[in-house]
Protein backbone atom coordinates (compact mmCIF):
# COMPACT_ATOMS: atom_id res chain seq x y z
CA UNK A 1 0.00 0.00 0.00
CA UNK A 2 2.99 2.29 1.19
CA UNK A 3 4.21 1.38 -2.35
CA UNK A 4 0.98 2.50 -4.19
CA UNK A 5 0.60 5.98 -2.62
CA UNK A 6 4.53 6.29 -3.49
CA UNK A 7 3.89 5.61 -7.07
CA UNK A 8 0.84 7.50 -6.83
CA UNK A 9 2.69 10.21 -5.58
CA UNK A 10 5.12 9.75 -8.52
CA UNK A 11 2.34 9.53 -11.22
CA UNK A 12 0.89 12.76 -9.67
CA UNK A 13 4.37 14.40 -9.39
CA UNK A 14 4.98 13.53 -13.28
CA UNK A 15 1.37 14.38 -14.13
CA UNK A 16 1.43 17.86 -12.92
CA UNK A 17 5.13 18.69 -14.09
CA UNK A 18 3.57 17.99 -17.66
CA UNK A 19 0.78 19.67 -17.34
CA UNK A 20 2.74 22.64 -16.22
CA UNK A 21 4.91 22.06 -19.14
CA UNK A 22 2.10 22.38 -21.90
CA UNK A 23 0.93 25.65 -19.66
CA UNK A 24 3.59 27.26 -19.88
CA UNK A 25 4.30 26.53 -23.41
CA UNK A 26 0.31 27.90 -24.28
CA UNK A 27 1.13 31.15 -21.98
CA UNK A 28 3.83 31.46 -23.91
CA UNK A 29 2.46 31.11 -27.30
CA UNK A 30 -0.36 33.40 -26.16
CA UNK A 31 2.21 36.01 -25.00
CA UNK A 32 3.98 35.62 -28.26
CA UNK A 33 0.73 35.64 -30.88
CA UNK A 34 -0.16 38.70 -28.29
CA UNK A 35 2.83 40.78 -29.00
CA UNK A 36 2.45 40.05 -32.76
CA UNK A 37 -1.33 41.23 -32.59
CA UNK A 38 -0.12 44.50 -30.63
CA UNK A 39 2.73 45.08 -33.11
CA UNK A 40 0.79 44.41 -35.72
CA UNK A 41 -1.73 46.70 -34.53
CA UNK A 42 0.95 49.18 -34.01
CA UNK A 43 2.09 49.07 -38.18
CA UNK A 44 -0.97 48.84 -39.72
CA UNK A 45 -1.44 52.39 -37.57
CA UNK A 46 1.89 53.57 -38.48
CA UNK A 47 0.99 52.81 -42.30
CA UNK A 48 -2.59 54.34 -41.32
CA UNK A 49 -0.86 57.88 -40.39
CA UNK A 50 1.42 57.62 -43.37
CA UNK A 51 -1.04 56.88 -45.95
CA UNK A 52 -3.37 59.67 -44.67
CA UNK A 53 0.19 62.19 -44.54
CA UNK A 54 1.14 61.22 -47.95
CA UNK A 55 -2.84 61.85 -49.33
CA UNK A 56 -2.28 65.75 -47.13
CA UNK A 57 1.05 66.00 -49.08
CA UNK A 58 -0.57 65.03 -52.22
CA UNK A 59 -3.18 67.17 -51.61
CA UNK A 60 -1.27 69.85 -50.75
CA UNK A 61 0.70 69.39 -54.06
CA UNK A 62 -2.36 69.07 -56.20
CA UNK A 63 -3.57 72.77 -54.68
CA UNK A 64 0.32 74.40 -55.66
CA UNK A 65 0.15 72.75 -59.31
CA UNK A 66 -3.32 74.38 -59.50
CA UNK A 67 -2.29 77.70 -58.09
CA UNK A 68 1.34 77.20 -60.21
CA UNK A 69 -1.15 76.90 -63.30
CA UNK A 70 -3.13 79.36 -62.75
CA UNK A 71 -0.29 81.51 -62.47
CA UNK A 72 1.68 80.55 -65.26
CA UNK A 73 -2.08 81.40 -67.52
CA UNK A 74 -1.33 84.62 -65.85
CA UNK A 75 1.97 85.20 -66.68
CA UNK A 76 1.30 83.76 -70.21
CA UNK A 77 -1.84 86.24 -71.14
CA UNK A 78 0.59 88.95 -69.60
CA UNK A 79 3.36 87.86 -71.89
CA UNK A 80 0.72 88.37 -74.76
CA UNK A 81 -0.36 91.95 -73.55
CA UNK A 82 3.04 92.73 -73.18
CA UNK A 83 3.99 90.83 -76.85
CA UNK A 84 1.17 93.10 -78.93
CA UNK A 85 2.01 96.66 -76.84
CA UNK A 86 5.69 95.85 -78.32
CA UNK A 87 4.41 94.78 -81.81
CA UNK A 88 2.19 98.03 -81.55
CA UNK A 89 5.32 100.48 -80.28
CA UNK A 90 7.36 98.63 -83.32
CA UNK A 91 4.73 99.67 -86.03
CA UNK A 92 4.39 103.04 -84.31
CA UNK A 93 8.22 103.76 -84.39
CA UNK A 94 8.13 102.51 -88.05
CA UNK A 95 5.53 105.08 -88.78
CA UNK A 96 7.15 107.88 -86.60
CA UNK A 97 10.76 106.71 -89.31
CA UNK A 98 8.09 106.77 -91.99
CA UNK A 99 7.13 110.59 -90.95
CA UNK A 100 10.41 111.37 -90.10
CA UNK A 101 11.79 110.38 -93.39
CA UNK A 102 9.01 112.48 -95.30
CA UNK A 103 9.45 115.35 -93.32
CA UNK A 104 13.23 115.19 -93.76
CA UNK A 105 12.44 114.87 -97.74
CA UNK A 106 10.01 118.08 -97.26
CA UNK A 107 12.80 119.95 -95.26
CA UNK A 108 15.70 118.69 -98.11
CA UNK A 109 17.57 117.20 -95.37
CA UNK A 110 17.77 114.29 -97.61
CA UNK A 111 20.29 111.02 -96.70
CA UNK A 112 22.92 113.48 -94.93
CA UNK A 113 20.73 112.76 -91.65
CA UNK A 114 19.95 109.55 -91.98
CA UNK A 115 23.16 108.01 -89.96
CA UNK A 116 22.05 110.10 -87.22
CA UNK A 117 20.00 108.44 -84.19
CA UNK A 118 16.07 108.93 -84.10
CA UNK A 119 16.45 111.81 -81.53
CA UNK A 120 19.30 113.63 -83.26
CA UNK A 121 17.02 113.42 -86.81
CA UNK A 122 14.27 115.06 -85.28
CA UNK A 123 16.00 117.75 -83.63
CA UNK A 124 17.75 118.74 -86.33
CA UNK A 125 14.30 118.48 -88.32
CA UNK A 126 12.29 120.44 -84.99
CA UNK A 127 15.02 123.04 -85.61
CA UNK A 128 14.98 123.12 -89.47
CA UNK A 129 11.37 122.95 -89.52
CA UNK A 130 10.70 125.72 -87.30
CA UNK A 131 13.68 127.84 -89.04
CA UNK A 132 11.44 127.16 -91.88
CA UNK A 133 8.21 128.35 -90.73
CA UNK A 134 9.51 131.39 -88.40
CA UNK A 135 10.95 132.68 -92.29
CA UNK A 136 7.49 131.93 -93.61
CA UNK A 137 5.93 133.80 -90.41
CA UNK A 138 8.29 136.59 -90.70
CA UNK A 139 9.39 137.55 -94.23
CA UNK A 140 6.47 137.48 -97.11
CA UNK A 141 5.73 134.87 -98.95
CA UNK A 142 2.96 133.65 -101.01
CA UNK A 143 -0.17 135.40 -103.00
CA UNK A 144 -2.03 138.61 -101.29
CA UNK A 145 -4.80 137.45 -103.08
CA UNK A 146 -4.88 133.87 -103.59
CA UNK A 147 -6.19 132.33 -107.24
CA UNK A 148 -6.13 135.98 -108.67
CA UNK A 149 -3.97 136.26 -112.61
CA UNK A 150 -0.68 138.10 -112.10
CA UNK A 151 -0.89 140.76 -115.12
CA UNK A 152 2.17 142.94 -114.84
CA UNK A 153 5.50 141.88 -113.76
CA UNK A 154 8.32 143.97 -111.92
CA UNK A 155 10.77 145.75 -114.54
CA UNK A 156 10.74 148.51 -116.98
CA UNK A 157 7.94 148.49 -119.18
CA UNK A 158 5.44 151.42 -121.09
CA UNK A 159 3.31 152.43 -118.38
CA UNK A 160 -0.99 151.63 -119.68
CA UNK A 161 -2.11 155.26 -118.71
CA UNK A 162 1.09 157.94 -119.34
CA UNK A 163 2.27 155.66 -121.81
CA UNK A 164 5.84 156.57 -120.23
CA UNK A 165 8.79 153.96 -120.40
CA UNK A 166 8.73 153.68 -116.71
CA UNK A 167 9.91 150.92 -114.06
CA UNK A 168 7.32 148.73 -112.31
CA UNK A 169 8.21 148.34 -109.43
CA UNK A 170 5.75 145.88 -108.10
CA UNK A 171 3.25 142.79 -109.24
CA UNK A 172 -0.13 143.80 -110.80
CA UNK A 173 -2.90 141.15 -109.97
CA UNK A 174 -6.35 141.56 -112.19
CA UNK A 175 -8.62 141.35 -108.99
CA UNK A 176 -12.20 142.71 -108.88
CA UNK A 177 -13.13 145.25 -106.22
CA UNK A 178 -13.78 143.77 -103.11
CA UNK A 179 -10.91 140.71 -103.27
CA UNK A 180 -10.40 140.39 -100.01
CA UNK A 181 -6.11 140.81 -99.41
CA UNK A 182 -4.37 138.59 -96.58
CA UNK A 183 -0.81 140.25 -94.80
CA UNK A 184 2.25 137.62 -96.52
CA UNK A 185 4.02 137.84 -93.14
CA UNK A 186 3.81 139.16 -89.26
CA UNK A 187 4.14 142.96 -89.65
CA UNK A 188 2.95 146.38 -88.09
CA UNK A 189 0.87 148.88 -90.55
CA UNK A 190 3.27 151.67 -91.45
CA UNK A 191 0.52 153.51 -93.39
CA UNK A 192 -2.93 153.29 -94.39
CA UNK A 193 -3.02 156.17 -96.48
CA UNK A 194 -6.37 157.24 -98.64
CA UNK A 195 -5.84 159.18 -102.01
CA UNK A 196 -7.31 159.48 -105.62
CA UNK A 197 -4.00 160.14 -107.12
CA UNK A 198 -0.98 157.93 -107.87
CA UNK A 199 -1.71 154.51 -106.08
CA UNK A 200 -4.35 155.67 -104.53
CA UNK A 201 -5.73 153.98 -101.09
CA UNK A 202 -2.28 152.56 -100.18
CA UNK A 203 -1.36 150.12 -96.86
CA UNK A 204 2.47 149.82 -96.00
CA UNK A 205 2.85 146.97 -94.18
CA UNK A 206 6.74 147.10 -91.79
CA UNK A 207 7.96 143.47 -91.57
CA UNK A 208 10.89 141.88 -89.48
CA UNK A 209 13.97 141.96 -91.20
CA UNK A 210 14.21 145.33 -92.87
CA UNK A 211 11.12 144.04 -95.70
CA UNK A 212 8.06 146.15 -96.12
CA UNK A 213 5.40 145.40 -98.37
CA UNK A 214 3.03 147.45 -100.07
CA UNK A 215 -1.01 147.47 -101.43
CA UNK A 216 -1.59 150.10 -103.78
CA UNK A 217 -5.62 151.05 -105.59
CA UNK A 218 -7.54 149.43 -102.83
CA UNK A 219 -11.20 149.83 -101.80
CA UNK A 220 -11.11 149.64 -98.25
CA UNK A 221 -8.84 148.77 -95.44
CA UNK A 222 -9.23 146.19 -92.57
CA UNK A 223 -6.84 147.60 -90.40
CA UNK A 224 -5.30 150.81 -88.88
CA UNK A 225 -1.81 152.44 -89.30
CA UNK A 226 0.01 151.38 -86.25
CA UNK A 227 -1.72 147.86 -85.65
CA UNK A 228 -0.07 144.48 -85.22
CA UNK A 229 -0.68 141.57 -87.81
CA UNK A 230 -0.11 138.30 -87.96
CA UNK A 231 0.60 136.47 -91.44
CA UNK A 232 -3.02 135.55 -93.21
CA UNK A 233 -4.60 138.39 -91.41
CA UNK A 234 -7.27 140.27 -93.86
CA UNK A 235 -5.63 143.56 -94.11
CA UNK A 236 -8.18 145.14 -96.35
CA UNK A 237 -9.95 144.97 -100.37
CA UNK A 238 -8.62 145.42 -103.59
CA UNK A 239 -9.98 148.35 -105.66
CA UNK A 240 -9.60 150.94 -108.88
CA UNK A 241 -8.44 153.86 -106.71
CA UNK A 242 -6.00 156.23 -107.71
CA UNK A 243 -3.90 156.12 -111.37
CA UNK A 244 -5.42 152.65 -112.44
CA UNK A 245 -7.06 151.61 -115.86
CA UNK A 246 -9.06 149.10 -113.99
CA UNK A 247 -9.13 146.84 -110.55
CA UNK A 248 -6.35 145.70 -109.73
CA UNK A 249 -3.43 145.08 -106.79
CA UNK A 250 -0.26 146.93 -107.45
CA UNK A 251 1.87 144.32 -104.36
CA UNK A 252 5.29 146.34 -103.70
CA UNK A 253 8.26 144.11 -101.75
CA UNK A 254 10.89 146.37 -100.14
CA UNK A 255 14.00 145.48 -98.58
CA UNK A 256 16.10 148.11 -96.73
CA UNK A 257 14.13 150.84 -98.62
CA UNK A 258 14.92 148.71 -102.48
CA UNK A 259 12.10 147.38 -103.95
CA UNK A 260 12.90 144.19 -104.89
CA UNK A 261 11.08 141.65 -107.53
CA UNK A 262 7.67 140.55 -105.44
CA UNK A 263 7.71 137.41 -108.03
CA UNK A 264 9.94 134.84 -105.86
CA UNK A 265 8.40 135.90 -102.66
CA UNK A 266 5.13 135.41 -104.10
CA UNK A 267 6.09 131.93 -105.61
CA UNK A 268 8.22 130.87 -101.81
CA UNK A 269 6.92 127.96 -100.37
CA UNK A 270 8.15 124.72 -98.47
CA UNK A 271 8.42 122.59 -101.13
CA UNK A 272 10.72 125.40 -103.87
CA UNK A 273 12.39 126.86 -100.13
CA UNK A 274 15.86 127.12 -101.59
CA UNK A 275 15.54 129.11 -104.38
CA UNK A 276 14.18 132.50 -103.49
CA UNK A 277 18.03 132.41 -102.14
CA UNK A 278 19.35 132.34 -105.96
CA UNK A 279 16.39 134.22 -107.66
CA UNK A 280 17.11 136.89 -104.72
CA UNK A 281 20.46 138.10 -104.29
CA UNK A 282 20.26 141.26 -103.16
CA UNK A 283 19.23 139.84 -99.63
CA UNK A 284 22.17 138.36 -96.96
CA UNK A 285 20.44 135.53 -96.96
CA UNK A 286 22.98 133.19 -95.19
CA UNK A 287 23.54 135.76 -92.34
CA UNK A 288 19.64 136.25 -92.09
CA UNK A 289 19.18 132.17 -92.09
CA UNK A 290 21.84 132.12 -89.16
CA UNK A 291 20.36 134.70 -87.35
CA UNK A 292 16.97 132.88 -87.22
CA UNK A 293 18.49 129.53 -86.77
CA UNK A 294 20.01 130.38 -83.45
CA UNK A 295 16.66 132.58 -82.39
CA UNK A 296 14.87 129.12 -83.11
CA UNK A 297 17.28 126.83 -81.36
CA UNK A 298 17.53 129.15 -78.34
CA UNK A 299 13.99 128.37 -78.45
CA UNK A 300 13.79 124.77 -78.60
CA UNK A 301 15.89 124.23 -76.67
CA UNK A 302 13.75 126.39 -73.66
CA UNK A 303 10.76 124.67 -74.82
CA UNK A 304 12.43 121.12 -73.95
CA UNK A 305 13.71 122.07 -70.57
CA UNK A 306 9.89 122.75 -70.11
CA UNK A 307 9.31 119.94 -70.92
CA UNK A 308 11.60 117.55 -68.93
CA UNK A 309 10.79 119.87 -66.28
CA UNK A 310 7.13 118.76 -66.59
CA UNK A 311 7.76 115.15 -67.10
CA UNK A 312 9.75 115.56 -63.78
CA UNK A 313 7.35 117.13 -62.26
CA UNK A 314 4.86 114.54 -63.48
CA UNK A 315 7.05 111.40 -62.57
CA UNK A 316 7.81 112.75 -59.22
CA UNK A 317 6.87 110.48 -56.30
CA UNK A 318 3.89 111.94 -54.66
CA UNK A 319 4.68 113.12 -51.35
CA UNK A 320 2.43 111.22 -48.09
CA UNK A 321 -0.35 113.71 -47.95
CA UNK A 322 -0.87 112.52 -44.18
CA UNK A 323 2.70 113.83 -43.98
CA UNK A 324 2.47 116.88 -45.32
CA UNK A 325 -0.87 117.93 -43.78
CA UNK A 326 0.78 117.15 -40.05
CA UNK A 327 1.04 120.99 -38.63
ZN1 LIG B 1 1.29 148.09 -110.86
Known amino acids: MMFNIKSLATQLHKSNKKALLINSFRYGALFLLCGALTYSTHAIFELYTSAQSSHQQVSKLQKQALELSA ?66 QLIPNGEPTPNVQLTSGFGTRVHPITKQRKRHDGLDFAAKSGTPIYAPADAVIEKAKSSKHGYGNQLILNHAMGFVSTYSHMSKFNVKAGQFVNKGELIGWTGNSGLSTGPHLHYEIHFLGKPLNPRPFVNWDIKNFDTIFKKEPNVQWASLLDTVGSMVEMQIQLASKNHEATFQTVNQPKSNPKQTNTP
Open 71 to 136: SLSEETALNRTLNATIEQKKQALTILNQRIDDMESVLGLGEKNKDLDLQKRVNTAAINSAVKATLF
